[in-house]
Nanobody, 121 residues
Framework: QLQVVESGGGLVQPGGSLRLSCTAS????????MCWFRQAPGKEREGVSC????????NYADSVKGRFTISRDNAENTVYLQMNSLKPEDTAVYYC??????????????WGKGTLVTVSS
């Protein structure tokens, strides 16, 4: 079974930076894209960024383009989300997931439990 575990959430000031990490284990029958989603209180879960299984392709939600960077270290089975110039509206629980190369929750097969990012002064 594929397991996905996120870490790195916390409290940061507006304009600050934070790096989230996601470690996946148990890859067997197929290769997976890895994606980040987020969900703010009272709002729907939304896609943030995805990276292909090889790491050669990425996509981003318009709201984070130019501020967030996704990367993948296949040797360590780890995906990172570098978040810069953080805004209060970035506050959410961030989830790492494995599945299709698509910013759609329904395309994901495995989910982490989430890590909370709070952007506030």
């Amino acid at each position: 079974q594929l397991q996905v575990v996120e870490s790195g959430g916390g409290l940061v000031q507006p304009g600050g930076s934070l790096r989230l990490s996601c470690t996946a284990s148990g890859f067997t029958r197929t290769s997976y894209a890895m994606c980040w989603f987020r969900q703010a209180p009272g709002k729907e879960r939304e896609g943030v960024s995805c990276i292909s299984s090889s790491g050669s392709s990425t996509n981003y939600a318009d709201s984070v383009k130019g501020r967030f960077t996704i990367s993948r270290d296949n040797a360590e089975n780890t995906v990172y989300l570098q978040m810069n110039s953080l805004k209060p509206e970035d506050t959410a629980v961030y989830y790492c997931a494995a599945g299709a190369f698509l910013l759609e929750p329904g395309g994901m097969d495995y989910w982490g439990k989430g890590t909370l990012v709070t952007v506030s002064s």
